[in-house]
């Protein structure tokens, strides 16, 4: 597994969803005609704020918790209600490049397509699989070969075992674990620890390469090194000091 740092991406200018390194490691397998998956997470997804510069989110000062965008005006709360209008330069580090993140699978297909012309593109979300059988006829598709790159959401990392892939990209992992949830840390470790799997399960090694704007979190870390027990631990001291643990109830 790798992390590819979008903040480094963007000094140098690179202001694509795809990484320098990501786009080298595509290349690479499109010539060696084996296969790519594409993932990014929309589960829990909202319209967080987060600085370009930093890479930090805004969040609510009392709940730890990333803050809602509502009509590009004002920032919200959704735990308790707290409100401020919308900065113009980022509190953590006074850059401008605050912007919220609204990518979704078919505009990267779309970009895909224009990078790597050459590559057959299939692409599994709610849109594409709505039909009876959708789900179905795009995974046979794929194992069968008759696509280079799958794009999609969370569905695409959750068990499948394609022998041919041999690198997973999860382009922003930003979006889970900016969720406004304060569980948004494991369910982003979870779904990291998901997408690696899926690359490398046949007889050709694999790479995972996570692109984000916060590679020092804790739960890409942790993911990043499979290291289940740092992870527990790092979040259970969260969460207390959050008052986030439920009571039990006999």
Do not use: W
């Amino acid at each position: 597994m790798e992390i590819a740092d979008l903040r480094k991406e963007m000094e140098a200018g690179n202001k694509s969803i795809f990484s320098l390194r990501l786009q080298e490691l595509i290349k690479d397998r499109l010539a060696k005609k084996e296969q790519v998956m594409l993932f990014i997470n929309r589960r829990g997804y909202s319209s967080f704020v987060s600085c370009r510069s930093c890479g930090e989110a805004l969040k609510c000062p009392h709940c730890d918790v990333s803050l809602t965008l509502h009509n590009h005006q004002r920032l919200v709360c959704h735990y308790c209600g707290y409100q401020i209008p919308m900065p113009k330069k980022c509190p953590h580090c006074g850059s401008p490049y605050l912007a919220g993140f609204g990518i979704g699978t078919q505009k990267i297909e779309e970009m895909a397509a224009q990078m790597f012309p050459e590559a057959k593109l299939l692409r599994m979300d709610l849109d594409t699989t709505s039909k009876k059988g959708g789900h179905e006829k795009i995974l046979s598709a794929f194992a069968k070969g008759k696509a280079d790159i799958l794009i999609g959401t969370q569905m695409i990392v959750k068990g499948h075992d394609f022998p041919g892939v041999t690198l997973v990209g999860v382009l922003a992992a930003d979006v889970s674990l900016y969720a406004p949830d304060y569980t948004a840390a494991e369910r982003t470790f979870q779904l990291l620890v998901q997408a690696a799997g899926r690359a490398g399960r046949g007889r050709k090694a694999g790479i995972a390469l996570i692109q984000t704007y916060m590679p020092e979190h804790y739960s890409i870390q942790t993911a990043t090194s499979q290291d289940y027990e740092s992870f527990f631990k790092q979040e259970m001291g969260y969460r207390r000091l959050m008052q986030y643990l439920r009571p039990v109830i006999c």
